[in-house]
């Protein structure tokens, strides 16, 4: 079974503070996504990686950053959250070989910015 | 470009009808995946099914089944004798093969409300 974990399931921060949401997957895919999911905007791609160091700005990369040192583990990071960066945060993870594509999901982070 | 529509945007019924959700789809590869996701009230998107753009068979799983016609460009879903617990929201996504994998774009989503 692929399990896909997010270190917080609530989060609230105030403006300007760094934020780190953590993504682990335990099934060794290659790649590794982070959304955001707001009302009436559905599913936006953040970033992605389909390697360990390796990164892809995806639709709204702008004030965010990642890090993946380890294939497991991928991690967002806000530099200085603001408000309009409240929202709900989804990691996803998927395997590059045949028969892959399919993006399995972690449980999702509800961060809140004051 | 590739685009995803899910026109329903919610959709109300009584337990034990049936209801389908509607989800079409544009794009211009000739190979390219379709899928569904479950998203229930706990915030964690479930995988239900993947098809290929080669493989036009509906598909069936229990009260749940798929409808794929590439003549229009639809891949609906519809739920048999729902159940409350089918109460979600539900996304369509197509991906396709990039450099780096996969690229998916999801359909904004119908919300299922099935009332006791």
């Known amino acids: 079974d692929v399990k896909v974990t997010q270190s917080s399931r609530y989060l609230v921060k105030r403006t300007g503070e760094k934020v780190f949401l953590e993504c682990v997957q335990d099934m060794d895919h290659e790649n590794m996504f982070w959304y955001r999911q707001d009302p009436g905007l559905g599913l936006r791609l953040i970033y992605f990686?389909?390697?360990?160091?390796?990164?892809e700005k995806g639709d709204i990369p702008e004030g965010y950053s990642v890090s993946r040192e380890k294939k497991e583990r991928f991690s967002l990071i806000l530099e200085s959250a603001s408000t309009n960066q409240t929202s709900m945060y989804l990691c996803a993870s998927s395997s590059r070989l045949a028969g892959g594509d399919t993006q399995y999901f972690g449980p999702g982070t509800r961060l809140t910015v004051l | 470009a590739q685009k995803v529509t899910q026109a329903q945007t919610e959709i109300s019924v009584v337990e034990k009808e049936d209801v389908t959700l509607d989800c079409v789809y544009e794009t211009r590869d000739t190979t390219y995946y379709l899928f569904w996701y479950k998203q229930p009230p706990s915030g964690e998107l479930v995988f239900l099914i993947r098809r290929n753009s080669f493989d036009e068979q509906n598909e069936i799983s229990g009260r749940y089944s798929w409808n794929f016609q590439k003549s229009t460009s639809s891949f609906n879903f519809t739920i048999t004798a729902s159940q409350v617990v089918d109460s979600a929201v539900y996304f369509c996504a197509l991906s396709r093969r990039d450099n780096y994998g996969q690229n998916f774009v999801f359909g904004p989503g119908t919300r299922l409300s099935v009332l006791p």
């Open positions: 990686s389909y390697d360990v160091k390796m990164k």
